[in-house]
T-cell receptor
């Protein structure tokens, strides 16, 4: 399967713990995006990378959230000191950057539950 | 700022009948518009997009959408619904004046009844 993959698919943690999610984009895609989706809502943009550079961050991305894409391939999203409000599906997507209007291809998501 | 509205939480249609899932948007500049479908326990799948040109765009699985600039709408349509089309549908917009991210609507759940 050459699509976007995310690991783990599910994560249950206790409030205050740190969690890290991984996203592997489609190999030739140079743009990578993170979104958060809560029940009954559409995905909300968090941040995006072009190659290894993080070019845009949403106001939703608090100081407890950090994302990296060190070699321009896979990306990690870390949440420190998790709160119950962080419970959501975290989606990763990738795209080509040609002229900026290419569709984004989404992974299956990581469902985070904070107890 | 950009925004997307999907006025119907739920759309029910009988198999074989035409379906429409509505989407309206607000952007300051020219929009790029997209439709995605989400099946249970699966990621969002791209259906179609409007960038420029012909207002009627055709996409995957027999879906099409019509861009209407005056009504700022981008409704998703299919001439004959299948039970397997039952899923959650999201409209998304990108305003080229506001960065690279997509803004998604809240989603519309489509149920096709046999």
């Amino acid at each position: 399967d050459t699509g976007v993959s995310q690991n783990p698919r599910h994560k249950i943690t206790k409030r205050g713990q740190n969690v890290t999610f991984r996203c592997d984009p489609i190999s030739e895609h140079n743009r990578l995006y993170w979104y958060r989706q809560t029940l009954g809502q559409g995905p909300e943009f968090l941040t995006y990378f072009q190659n290894e550079a993080q070019l845009e961050k949403s106001r939703l991305l608090s100081d407890r959230f950090s994302a990296e894409r060190p070699k321009g391939s896979f990306s990690t999203l870390e949440i420190q000191r998790t709160e119950q409000g962080d419970s959501a599906m975290y989606l990763c997507a990738s795209s080509l950057s040609y002229q900026g209007y290419n569709e984004q291809f989404f992974g299956p998501g990581t469902r985070l539950t904070v107890l | 700022a950009q925004s997307v509205a999907q006025p119907e939480d739920q759309v029910n249609v009988a198999e074989g009948n035409p379906l429409t899932v509505k989407c309206t948007y607000s952007v300051s500049g020219n929009p790029y518009l997209f439709w995605y479908v989400q099946y249970p326990n699966r990621g969002l799948q791209f259906l179609l997009k409007y960038i420029t040109g012909d207002n009627l765009v055709k996409g995957s699985y027999g879906f099409e959408a019509e861009f209407n600039k005056s009504q700022t709408s981008f409704h998703l349509k299919k001439p004959s619904a299948l039970v397997s089309d039952s899923a959650l549908y999201f409209c998304a917009v990108r305003d080229i004046n506001y960065g690279q991210n997509f803004v998604f609507g809240p989603g519309t759940r489509l149920s096709v009844l046999p």
